[in-house]
C-alpha cells in the first residue's frame, strides 16, 4: 500500500490549496486519517484528523480554515486550506492508520504561502 499526496506549491496569503492523498491498494480497517505538516526546524505536527466514524480533529491554528474529507469510491482523502497564512508554509503529508495496528505515510507535498 502507498499513499501519494499531491496538490502542493505556491499560493499567496489569502489564497487556497487542495492537496489530495490517493491510496494504491487496499486498505482495510481504518481508524483514521489525517495530514500532518512539518515546517523546517519544526517537528511535525497534526492539522487535520478524519476518524472511521466521521469525527473531525483540529488544531487551533487551522481551525475554521481546513477541512478534511475522503471519497471512499477513489480511495483518496483531501485537505482544503483556505484563507492560507504565511506560517502555514510546510511540507505536508498525509497518513492512514488501522486496528491493526498499521501507520501509512505519504511521500509529502510542499505548500509555500508567500506574504
Known amino acids: 500500500v502507498q499513499l501519494q499526496a499531491s496538490g502542493g506549491g505556491l499560493v499567496q496569503a489569502g489564497g487556497s490549496l487542495i492537496l489530495s492523498c490517493a491510496a494504491s491498494g487496499s486498505i482495510f480497517s481504518i481508524n483514521a486519517m489525517g495530514w500532518y505538516r512539518q515546517a523546517p526546524g519544526k517537528e511535525r505536527e497534526l492539522v487535520a484528523r478524519l476518524t472511521s466514524v466521521g469525527s473531525t480533529n483540529y488544531p487551533n491554528s487551522v481551525k475554521g480554515r481546513f477541512t478534511i474529507s475522503r471519497d471512499n469510491a477513489k480511495n483518496t482523502m483531501y485537505l482544503q486550506m483556505n484563507s492560507l497564512k504565511p506560517e502555514d508554509t510546510a511540507t505536508y503529508y498525509c497518513?492512514?492508520?488501522?486496528?491493526?495496528?498499521?501507520?501509512?505515510w505519504g511521500q509529502g507535498t510542499l505548500v509555500t504561502v508567500s506574504s
Open positions: 497518513r492512514i492508520d488501522t486496528f491493526l495496528p498499521s501507520t501509512y
